[in-house]
């Protein structure tokens, strides 16, 4: 049994933020969600959070996640301090404890789970996940006997330069013993340079205590800056493409793509360069998505073709084309094999299967059916300055160019509205509409006093 201490109560000053630290945003979640999710898989028996700076608003942000218990640190006086506020509530306690820092956002499970599988397996009081940094500097360095068994952990600020050549550093990811750790937490003293309780003065007095090492080291990047912030997203979106590639689809310049890690996508799909998918999108497989497009909670149905568009809260049914240039949003939701081409808008609009809109329309709040043509230039008036109208428009109709329907209005199936109408009054099927001034020609006109011959 595991139960498990995210320490969250620093303000982060070097992010020179007003919001917490753990509240700054990774790839659309939290620092401190991504460390929630990270231990989720060891199905933890309890999750607790020590939080201090900002603690209201952190808990706020965090309030979906209900089995979250919040500890306050009111002071932060060391990361010792930090675990001795976990006392109480830990009382009759009796499993391990893993402790993460709410800033370590990319440590992967299968980590975690090899920290507890070592220290369970060697019945240790403690386990600490070590790493060895090219650059070392700011961590606490860590001295092992051959066995991996902890001798010392030297602060940075206190090591001497000998010890500074040692780059095994403590992560400050740890298993306890929580009856042997809490057994020694009241005895800890802030008798250091920084006047600080630190956690990692207990090694000393539990035995045995053991180091693992993190075959990755990127896991174990703390952020501490806006800059550290964008090299952990970097290394989240490596991960993601990643995983994304090795499961068959194919991303051409992967560098300018990004994708959620709440994404999915089928193999045998290109996406092209600086092309973003995000949110609850879901790929089918044979599409070819960019170059240059914004898909944000979409569904794209198989063979889809979207070129420099964006679409959000969307389904493109199997087949259709969409772009260049064309805007999707609001539950737009097309159907198979459809066009929706250059400079198109669709706003809480349906197209049934087969329809084309190829240039230049708007359509919002429309019901379209199939095998729908839609001229260069038709635009929907759906809104009247207070309210959202509709427009249905029936199968196999075709709209000239330029055509206007004034909404709420219905127009039936195989109507033919001739171009430059402007249509206010509904049309029955089988009819050809034309609404708009006709021609008028004077042969031989000019204007007064103006001679024969010049125009
Ligand atoms: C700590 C370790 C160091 C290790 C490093 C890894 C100690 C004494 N040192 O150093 O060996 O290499 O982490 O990153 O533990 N926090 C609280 N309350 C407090 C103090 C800190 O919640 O009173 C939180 C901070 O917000 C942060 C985490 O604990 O998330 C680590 O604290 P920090 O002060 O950054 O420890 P380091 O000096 O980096
Ligand atoms: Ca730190």
Request: with cysteine.
């Amino acid at each position: 049994m595991v139960a498990v201490a995210i320490l969250a109560a620093g303000r982060g000053t070097r992010m020179k933020s007003s919001l917490p630290k753990v509240l700054h945003s990774l790839g659309g979640r939290s620092l401190l969600e991504r460390v929630l999710l990270g231990c989720k898989p060891l199905e933890p028996s309890r999750y607790l959070a020590i939080v201090g700076y900002g603690a209201e608003r952190v808990k706020e942000a965090l309030k979906g996640w209900e089995s979250l218990e919040f500890i306050e640190q009111t002071e932060q006086l060391g990361t010792g301090h930090a675990i001795q506020q976990l006392l109480p509530a830990l009382r009759d306690y009796e499993g391990d404890l893993m402790v993460l820092n709410g800033d370590v956002p990319l440590l992967r499970p299968e980590t975690l789970e090899k920290l507890v599988y070592v220290h369970s397996v060697h019945q240790n009081a403690a386990t600490l996940l070590t790493a060895h940094l090219p650059n070392p500097q700011g961590y606490g360095r860590v001295f092992c006997d051959g066995d991996n068994r902890v001798q010392h952990i030297v602060e940075d600020r206190d090591c001497t330069d000998a010890q500074k050549h040692n780059h095994r550093i403590n992560a400050g990811v740890y298993c306890f013993n929580w009856q042997k750790l809490a057994a020694i937490l009241p005895d800890l003293t802030a008798d250091n340079d920084q006047n600080e309780y630190y956690l990692t003065d207990v090694f000393s007095q539990l035995d045995p205590v053991m180091a693992v090492d993190v075959e990755d080291y990127q896991e174990i990047m703390g952020i501490n800056d806006r800059r550290q912030l964008a090299t952990a997203y970097d290394i989240l979106q490596m991960r993601t493409k990643d995983d994304w590639m090795a499961a068959g689809v194919t991303l051409i310049d992967p560098g300018s793509i990004t994708i959620d890690d709440t994404v999915k996508i089928a193999p045998d799909t290109i996406i092209e360069p600086q092309t973003h998918l995000r949110g609850n999108t879901e790929i089918a497989s044979g599409c070819r998505i960019g170059p240059g497009s914004l898909i944000e909670n979409c569904q794209i149905g198989e063979g889809v073709r979207v070129l420099y568009s964006v679409a959000r809260n969307s389904t493109i049914a199997a087949g259709t084309e969409v772009g260049p240039y064309a805007h999707l949003r609001n539950a737009v939701q097309v159907g198979e094999s459809c066009r929706v081409g250059n400079f198109v808008e669709l706003k809480g609009t349906t197209l049934g299967n087969e329809t084309k809109v190829a240039h230049l329309s708007y359509l919002g709040n429309a019901t379209l059916g199939d095998r729908v043509n839609v001229g260069a230039g038709t635009i929907t008036a759906n809104y009247d300055g207070y309210k959202k109208h509709p427009t249905v428009i029936g199968d196999r109709t075709k709209t000239g160019a330029n055509s206007v329907f004034v909404a709420p209005i219905t127009i039936g199936s195989d109507v033919t509205i001739a171009a430059g109408s402007t249509i206010t009054k509904n049309v029955e099927d089988d009819t050809l509409a034309i609404a708009r001034a006709r021609q008028v020609e004077r042969k031989g006109w000019r204007m007064k006093g103006q001679p024969e011959g010049e125009n």
